[in-house]
């Protein structure tokens, strides 16, 4: 379907759309029909192709904001489902455009010397985003089985009127905290070590959000071979 239909479709629906673009790929892949995007609601994934390469896009109502759950899954698993056969340049959750020329003219010929070499770089790699999340009841009983001073006031806090014990819960809370921090850290230390030789190129991400343990999180992305993605997938238990 043409730019100018896509518009006169949008133009007739009555909705405020914008071009949604998830990343670049080579112009000549072939996408499965019927793959819905994000957005409220979600319009169906689509290739706007700009000579020997293309963006990943789908409309949305730019009237409604994005970053719901469902959106943030919904832009992730379009990305790893595309990444797993062909090289994407991924664009950061949120990009949206005012149409298709401005995805084909403003965004990838602008960019086209770019774009094109990076992929050259991807090509026969498979990118791996791996996230490590602690369970809170787990987490919890590891500390205070090794930290004697948290399990103290853990047990002086049971039963204790919650205004009483507020500055023990502080204290609490504090100690939890810093000692998730620690273990976040030396985890994500093994986990770079283990990817590190099937990797030829990676970042680590700190994601540690708030003061729950059940929000103390590690991501890793990893750029492997296609040939050696058993092995890396064994090397960090990834059945």
């Not at 518009?7 to 819905?36: F, T």
């Amino acid at each position: 379907m043409s730019a100018s239909t896509h518009e006169r479709l949008r133009a007739g629906s009555g909705r405020h759309a914008g071009c949604y673009v998830y990343g670049i790929l080579p112009g000549d892949v072939e996408l499965e029909s019927g793959v819905q995007g994000v957005g409220d609601p979600p319009g169906e994934i689509r290739l706007v192709r700009a000579g020997d390469l293309a963006g990943l896009v789908s409309d949305v109502d730019i009237t409604k904001p994005l970053g719901t759950p469902e959106d943030l899954r919904a832009h992730e698993e379009i990305l790893d489902a595309i990444v797993a056969g062909v090289p994407v340049l991924p664009l950061p959750f949120g990009a949206v455009l005012t149409s298709e020329d401005a995805v084909a003219k403003d965004l990838i010929e602008a960019n086209r010397d770019e774009f094109a070499a990076a992929l050259r770089q991807l090509e026969g790699h498979a990118e791996y985003v791996v996230r490590g999340r602690y369970a809170e009841p787990a987490i919890l009983e590891e500390i205070l089985s090794e930290n004697s001073a948290a399990a103290q006031l853990r047990d002086r806090i049971r039963g204790a009127d919650p205004g009483a014990s507020r500055d023990l819960r502080i204290q609490l809370g504090e100690i939890i905290n810093n000692a998730v921090a620690d273990k976040r850290q030396a985890d994500t230390r093994l986990l770079v070590s283990a990817m590190k030789e099937h990797c030829v190129a990676g970042l680590v991400s700190d994601g540690y959000e708030g003061v729950s343990p059940d929000a103390a999180r590690t991501s890793a992305d990893c750029s492997a071979t296609r040939t050696t993605d058993s092995d890396f997938r064994g090397a960090i238990g990834w059945p």
